[in-house]
């Protein structure tokens, strides 16, 4: 069960200084925690042994056990920001402000296990039911973390209107403070269980054996060494944006910019610790508190035509450069002082090129009718889409790919319609979606082998929601009873599929398992198997409801 709790607080203050300036001061803070867990106790003695919950086949659902994961989530953020704007003269708007955000991040994610005497379970004999256990937080299934990362930016621009052109101009300032650590020695990375002899006992002689002169390394002389702090990042970022007529009704206008953002936390702060397992070859992840900023370049060129006085056209390219994404690659693999067992750290090593175009039209509200359809053609290519996805690979046996495939999100065609209609007292409105289908990667059926990354699509999609509401007076209120209807048709649209077949409905492997024999019929069938909702989008819903105001 997922337990979530958020509180929020915002305040604003605006201020005129004189006719041509005004400032704002806004100040807020937000307290996010979350929990998951079975029961909130962690040695409720209703817990079962994990190993009751092991799987009989591939083909089967788990029939037993208990959920074994506690984990709390604690996220606090506090912000003020200072915004001033003034007129400087008929020419030059000037804008300018400052932003300090101050975050605190606590993690606590363990795994119970049994105690020494339940470790040992026979399923026909055994006591199915535990007295879970906390293990200390330098074992495997005990992480826990409290950070307080920093940001602040600043900015100045100049909006600059002249008689036939509109130009802005500024420029953005980021810093990042991760407060995180990383390994001074990345070969050597659990404080609890060090691989060097110099990290286990103090090697004066420097033999690699321990003398009896030669005192063990206790945790705490580990500490005086073992991390340094990750570094501060910041980065300057311009930005250019420029309009102006080419006729009476139509204007072109172009940006450009640099955008600045901090990696996920979660990324940063992963395997605070730098645990990894005792297993030979691939032994786990890091996160990597020093991760360098993302960086984004945008470009987009477009022209805007008033076609009447209520209906109006844009047509905008757009380009963005994406530097810096947070990825694994074969040299981020790191060999431990034991050969026989690496790690993978998380880098700055993916990247993604998107470009397309938007072609929008719209309605404004007139004669109780308002309108707008947009249409995007867009290209998303890249790296990878999961940082991960290069560390699973080699961990599956897999080569990675080097070249730039379609990325997840990589929708080649994107239609959204809306209408709607509002005399008063009542209204209705109505917003269509369609979209070709997603990439997926495909899996030969004769060899058994992993096809190139995301080159193929899943069906495409279409989805049609409605509203409608009526309102009356009932002084001294006013009511309104409002209708929501979600996937009005009820489509049945995929949105996973089978990579063997392309599609959500059927898989060659169910037919595999079945005509060689390879799934005993335990709990469920293997047909029940291979029926699964979670690859469809939800089906019609409905809503109704009243809103009283007054």
Same mark, same amino acid.
């Given at each position: ?55 009989l086949d591939s083909y ?21 920001k200072f915004d001033i ?30 105690? &020494? ?143 600045? &953002? ?29 991760? &360098? ?107 990675? &790919? ?23 007292p009542w209204g209705v ?122």
């Amino acid at each position: 069960t997922n337990h979530d709790l958020s509180n929020t607080v915002i305040m604003q203050l605006s201020h005129t200084l004189s006719a041509n300036t005004f400032y704002t001061i806004g100040a807020s803070y937000i307290d996010k925690t979350h929990q998951y867990y079975l029961y909130q106790d962690p040695t409720d003695p209703r817990y079962v042994n994990p190993q009751d919950a092991l799987l009989l086949d591939s083909y089967s659902f788990q029939t037993g056990g208990t959920d074994m994961t506690n984990y709390d989530r604690e996220t606090r953020t506090a912000e003020i920001k200072f915004d001033i704007s003034s007129q400087m003269d008929q020419t030059n708007l000037v804008k300018g402000g400052v932003e300090f955000r101050h975050h605190r991040l606590y993690e606590r994610n363990i795994t119970l296990q049994p105690i &020494q005497s339940e470790l040992s379970f026979n399923p026909a004999t055994s006591d199915p039911f535990i007295t879970p256990t906390v293990l200390p937080e330098s074992s495997l299934a005990h992480s826990e973390y409290t950070h307080e990362p920093t940001e602040f930016s600043a900015y100045i621009q100049d909006k600059m209107e002249f008689k036939d052109i509109i130009v802005n101009i500024g420029v953005r300032w980021d810093y990042f403070q991760p407060d995180g650590e990383v390994l001074s020695d990345p070969t050597d990375p659990n404080i609890y269980a060090p691989l060097k002899p110099n990290n286990q006992f103090f090697d004066y002689n420097g033999d690699g054996i321990q003398e009896s002169n030669e005192p063990t390394k206790t945790l705490a002389d580990r500490q005086a060494y073992w991390y340094k702090k990750a570094s501060a990042k910041s980065q300057f970022s311009p930005r250019l944006g420029v309009s102006f007529p080419i006729t009476a009704t139509g204007i072109v206008h172009f940006s450009y910019g640099h955008f600045f &953002q901090i990696p996920r936390f979660e990324r940063l702060y992963e395997n605070p610790d730098f645990k990894i397992g005792s297993n030979t070859g691939y032994a786990g992840n890091i996160g990597n508190a020093d991760l &360098q900023p993302e960086e984004t370049i945008n470009a987009e060129l477009g022209l805007q035509e008033q076609l009447t006085d209520d209906i109006g056209t844009d047509v905008t390219a757009y380009f963005r450069d994406i530097r810096n994404l947070t990825g694994t690659g074969t040299d981020d693999e790191v060999i431990t002082f034991d050969p026989s067992r690496y790690y993978v750290r998380y880098a700055n090593k993916d990247f993604g090129l998107v470009k397309g175009i938007v072609l929008t039209i719209t309605k404004r509200f007139s004669q109780g009718m308002t309108a707008t359809a947009d249409y995007t053609y867009q290209i998303a290519r890249g790296t990878a889409s999961d940082p991960l996805e290069t560390a699973n690979a080699i961990a599956g046996g897999t080569l990675p &790919q080097i070249q730039l495939n379609p990325l997840q999100w990589d929708q080649r065609h994107t239609l959204n319609v809306t209408w709607s209609y509002s005399p008063h007292p009542w209204g209705v409105s109505f917003i269509g979606k369609y979209g070709s289908g997603n990439p997926y990667t495909p899996v030969g059926s004769v060899d058994i082998t992993s096809l190139l990354t995301n080159s193929a699509n899943m069906p495409s999609f279409f989805d049609l929601d409605t509203r409608a509401f009526y309102e009356f007076p009932l002084n001294p209120f006013k009511a309104m009873v409002f209708l929501r209807v979600f996937n009005l048709l009820n489509t049945r649209n995929e949105v996973q599929v089978y990579p063997r077949s392309g599609s959500a409905d059927y898989t060659p492997d169910e037919y595999f398992a079945i005509v060689n024999n390879l799934a005993k019929q335990q709990a469920n069938t293997v047909q029940q198997y291979y029926t699964n909702p979670t690859f469809y989008s939800e089906p019609r819903r409905i809503e109704f409801g009243c809103n009283l105001e007054f």
